[in-house]
C-alpha cells in the first residue's frame, strides 16, 4: 500500500507494526501541536476542506461548474463556475443574496431527507440548458434561470413548493411537480398542470413513491424523451399503504403525521407509468403485466427516443425484468431478465448504459461479482471478469468505442479508475494513482472524466482528466497547505494502519485502525465502530474525516472490521445475512473484538461498540449475543423490530414476516433485551421518519419492564441525523461522559 506522506507535518507520521501484535511506532509529536477537539469537528468551515458538490461541466465543455459550501456555514452552498476560457472562478448563485429564506414545505424536506441532505442549505441541484447559455436553479421553494451574461429570471413564486424541476433535455420546456400534479411549460413561459386533477391526497403523479426514494435510489416520478416529444410520467396511489402516525416531539410543541408506511409485510403503493406529450394529450399507460405488485426500478429512453425502457422487478426482489415498450401505445415485451443467485437478492444499479447503436452496456453479479456486460443482437458479451466488483460504470465514449468504470481489481479497500475497448475488452487499462480510493463521472460524450480521490491522509480532490486518465485541471486540490482547515491539526494526525483476520468459516474480514501515540508498556482503551448491514463498506483506504482523530485524540484506539454481508466482496460475501440479520455480523464483529483482546497494547477491558442506525441495532445484538465481551455499547437510532421498517429493503434481506415470522423473530432485537448486562446508551431524535422513534421505545419499555438498566438521550425535533454545530457536540461530549463512567481509566 502506498500512503500519502504528510510532508507538511514536522515527520511522516506512517505507521510502520512489523506485527499485528506490535503497536505502532510513530514520531514524537512537536509540542507546538494543536490537538482536534469535537467542537472543531462539526464547526465551520469543516476541516474536510473545500470539498465540492454537484460538479458538472456544461454541454459545451467551457464551464466547469460546482456548489461550495460557505466558509461560515459548512451546511449552506452556492454556485460556482470556472470558465475555461479566460481560467477564472466566480460565484454564479450567491445562495443568501439570491434566496427568500422561507421555510421549505414538508413534501420538499422529506425528499431532502431520502436524499440524506436534509441538513442542507441554499443550492442543492441545478441544471445546465441545452446550449450552455443558462442553468436552471431551484432554491427556497422556488425556480430560477440564472444566465451566464448576469440576468437571472424568476420562473415560479407560489407558496407551495415546486418539487423534482428538471429542463427537457433540448431545453424546450421546465417542468415541475405542484400540488401532486406534474406541470410543464416553455422556458420563460407559463408552465401547466399536464396530468389530471387528483381527487385524493393518496394519488401523486410525477413524484417517486416512499419506497423508491428511500431504498431504490430512485428520486425521478418522470423521465423526458430526448427529442422532447414525450414525457414518461409515474403515478402512485398510496391508498392500499398502511397509515403510521409519526410523532416529531419537538422542543416546544409535538406534531404528528399520518404518514403512508409500507412496512414488511404489507401493501405497498400501486404504482403505474403513463406516456403523454408535453401538453399531458395523447396518454397511454405502459403495460407492466398482470401482477400489480411489482416494483418500477428504473426507466430511461432509448438514444433516438423510439423505445422506452422500464426495469421491473418482483416484490421477492428475486427477478428483475427490463422492459421494451412501444411509447405510442404503451405495449411491453421482455428484452431479458436478470435473475438473483439462489439464497440471493438483486442489487438495483444505475450502472448501465444505452447505447446508439442499439446494444447496452449492463452491470450485474450474474457470474458471482458485480461486472460489466454488453447486450447486443440478444446475446451477452462479458466485458469484465475476476474475483473483484465493478463499482459504478463513469461513462462511454461511443466514437472510440471505449468504457470508463471504477473497480476493486486492484484493492478491495481502494477503487481504482479503468479503461477498456469494446471492440477487444481484456484487460483493463489502470487510469488512477494507487492508494487512494477513487471516484469517477463523465460528461454525456465520453470525453472528460471528473475523478474524485482521497486517501487517509488527503481529504477528498477533485480533477479533470482527459481519456487517457491525464489530469488537465485541478476542480479541488484540496492541498493541506497553510490556508487549509485541517492545516492546524496535521502535527497531531494519526496514521491509519489496515489488516485482515479470519472469519468463522475462514473468509477474509478487512479492518483499521487509528492509534494515538503509543506509550510502551500502556494499554488503551478501544472506540469500535461499526454498521455492519448490507450494501455497504466502511474500511476503505479513503478520507474518514476529523471524527475518528478527535476520538484517538482523547486517549482511544478507533477501530472498525467489514463483516460477512458488506458490500463490495462479492455476491456470497454480501449474501451471508439472507435471512440471518443479527447473526453473521455480530460473530464477524465478536471475532474482532477477539483479535483486539490478543493485542498487547489494548486494554481488553475496555472495549466500547457504537453504531448508528444498522450499526445502532448491530450494537444491540452485539450486547445480546456476547455478554461481558464489551465494557459498554452506544446503540444510535437502532432497528429494534423489523416489522417496523419497510418493505423494499427489509423483505429483500429478511423475506415476508407473513410467510417467515421465525425469521423476523430471530433478527429483531427485542426479543433477547434481558440479556443486555453490558452498560448502554441509547440515542435516538424524536421526530425520526426513517427509523421511527417506536423502535427506541419499544426497547425502552422493554428493558425497564425487565429491569434491565440503561442510559438514554432523546434529540426533541431532530430525524435520523443528529448533527450540527452545536448538536453534534452534544451528542459526543454525551457519549464521552457514558464512557469515562462505563470504563474507566484503571
Not at 436478470?338 to 448501465?352: F, V
Not at 450485474?364 to 447486450?375: A, I, N, P, Q, V
Not at 476520538?551 to 440471518?580: C, M, P, T
Amino acid at each position: 500500500m502506498r500512503l500519502l506522506c504528510l510532508l507538511a507535518a514536522a515527520s511522516c507520521l506512517v505507521a510502520l507494526p512489523a506485527r499485528a501484535d506490535e503497536p505502532p511506532v510513530t514520531a514524537a509529536i512537536p509540542q507546538a501541536a494543536m490537538p482536534l477537539t469535537i467542537e472543531r469537528v462539526f464547526a465551520s468551515p469543516s476541516l474536510n476542506g473545500a470539498v465540492p458538490r454537484g460538479v458538472k461541466l456544461s454541454p459545451d465543455g467551457r464551464w466547469l461548474t460546482v456548489l461550495r459550501a460557505r466558509a461560515d456555514d459548512r451546511e449552506r452552498y452556492d454556485l460556482w463556475g470556472f470558465d475555461r476560457k479566460s481560467g477564472k472562478w466566480s460565484m454564479l448563485v450567491d445562495s443568501k443574496a439570491l434566496g427568500s429564506g422561507k421555510e421549505l414545505s414538508e413534501a420538499e424536506k422529506m425528499q431532502r431527507e431520502r436524499q440524506r441532505i436534509g441538513d442542507l442549505k441554499g443550492v442543492v441541484s441545478y441544471d445546465w440548458t441545452a446550449d450552455s447559455s443558462a442553468i436552471l436553479v431551484p432554491l427556497d421553494g422556488d425556480l430560477f434561470l440564472v444566465h451566464l451574461g448576469g440576468k437571472t429570471e424568476r420562473l415560479t413564486q407560489t407558496s407551495e413548493a415546486e418539487l423534482n424541476p428538471a429542463l427537457s433535455p433540448k431545453s424546450t420546456y421546465v417542468s415541475f411537480v405542484r400540488g401532486q400534479r406534474l406541470w410543464a411549460g416553455k422556458v420563460g413561459a407559463e408552465a401547466a398542470p399536464i396530468t389530471p386533477a387528483v381527487t385524493s391526497d393518496t394519488v401523486h403523479w410525477g413524484e417517486a413513491e416512499f419506497v423508491a426514494q428511500e431504498e431504490m435510489a430512485r428520486q425521478a416520478g418522470y423521465w423526458w424523451a430526448p427529442d422532447d416529444s414525450r414525457i414518461a410520467v409515474e403515478r402512485f396511489d398510496d391508498a392500499p399503504v398502511g397509515i403510521v402516525t409519526r410523532t416529531a416531539i419537538g422542543a416546544e410543541s409535538t406534531k404528528t403525521f399520518q404518514q403512508r408506511y409500507p412496512v414488511a409485510g404489507s401493501a405497498n403503493a400501486l404504482v403505474s407509468l403513463h406516456v403523454m406529450k408535453p401538453d399531458g394529450s395523447g396518454a397511454v399507460k405502459v403495460d407492466f403485466g398482470p401482477d400489480p405488485d411489482i416494483y418500477l426500478a428504473r426507466a430511461d429512453w432509448a438514444p433516438d427516443g423510439k423505445t422506452l425502457y422500464v426495469q421491473r422487478e418482483n416484490r421477492a426482489q428475486s427477478k428483475l425484468d427490463m422492459l421494451s415498450v412501444d411509447p405510442a401505445t404503451g405495449a411491453a415485451t421482455v428484452l431479458f431478465t436478470e435473475q438473483a443467485a439462489p439464497g440471493s437478492w438483486i442489487n438495483l444499479t444505475d450502472n448501465y448504459r444505452f447505447l446508439k447503436d442499439g446494444s447496452l452496456i449492463w452491470w450485474s453479479e450474474r457470474d458471482g461479482f458485480g461486472h460489466l456486460y454488453r447486450y447486443k443482437g440478444g446475446q451477452w458479451q462479458q466485458l469484465t471478469k475476476g474475483d473483484w466488483v465493478v463499482t459504478a460504470l463513469a461513462g462511454v465514449d461511443e466514437k472510440a468505442g471505449r468504457v470508463y468504470f471504477t473497480a476493486t481489481r486492484d484493492d478491495v479497500l481502494a477503487p481504482q479508475v479503468y479503461v477498456l475497448d469494446l471492440a477487444h475488452p481484456g484487460t483493463p487499462k489502470l487510469l488512477t494513482e494507487p492508494g487512494y480510493a477513487h471516484a469517477a463521472s463523465m460528461d454525456k460524450a465520453g470525453q472528460t472524466l471528473l475523478i474524485s480521490r482521497s486517501s487517509p491522509s488527503q481529504p477528498p480532490q477533485v480533477y479533470a482528466a482527459d481519456g487517457a486518465g491525464k489530469r488537465i485541471a485541478w476542480v479541488e486540490e484540496n492541498k493541506l497547505e497553510a490556508s487549509h482547515p485541517y492545516k492546524p491539526f496535521l502535527a497531531t494526525h494519526r496514521a491509519t494502519t489496515f489488516g485482515t483476520i479470519k472469519a468463522a468459516d475462514g473468509t477474509e474480514l478487512h479492518w483499521k485502525m487509528i492509534t494515538p501515540v503509543m506509550e510502551p508498556g500502556k494499554r488503551y482503551p478501544v472506540f469500535f465502530e461499526h454498521y455492519g448491514g448490507p450494501h455497504a463498506q466502511t474500511v476503505t483506504r479513503g478520507w474518514a474525516g476529523g471524527l475518528s482523530q478527535a476520538i484517538v485524540a482523547r486517549g482511544y484506539i478507533y477501530f472498525e472490521i467489514d463483516n460477512r454481508g458488506s458490500a463490495n466482496r462479492g455476491v456470497k460475501f454480501e449474501s451471508a445475512l439472507n435471512r440471518a440479520m443479527g447473526s453473521v455480523e455480530v460473530e464477524d464483529q465478536k471475532a474482532g473484538a477477539l483479535f483486539l483482546k490478543g493485542l498487547p497494547y489494548i486494554d481488553g477491558k475496555r472495549i466500547a461498540i457504537y453504531g448508528w442506525s444498522y450499526g445502532g441495532y448491530l450494537t444491540l445484538k452485539m450486547l445480546e449475543g456476547d455478554p461481558d465481551l464489551y465494557a459498554a455499547g452506544i446503540a444510535g437510532a437502532p432497528v429494534t423490530k423489523w416489522e417496523l421498517y419497510d418493505t423494499h429493503y427489509t423483505e429483500r434481506y429478511l423475506g415476508d414476516p407473513n410467510k417467515e415470522p421465525q425469521v423476523y423473530a430471530a433478527s429483531n432485537a427485542l426479543g433477547d433485551a434481558a440479556k443486555i448486562s453490558d452498560p448502554l446508551l441509547l440515542i435516538h431524535g424524536m421526530a425520526d421518519d426513517n427509523v421511527v422513534f417506536e423502535n427506541s421505545s419499544m426497547l425502552i419499555a422493554k428493558l425497564q419492564a425487565e429491569a434491565v438498566p440503561f442510559q438514554m438521550m432523546l434529540y426533541p425535533g431532530y430525524t435520523h441525523r443528529v448533527s450540527g454545530p452545536k448538536i453534534g457536540v452534544h451528542v459526543w461530549e454525551t457519549i464521552f461522559a457514558f464512557l469515562d463512567k462505563a470504563m474507566p481509566a484503571n
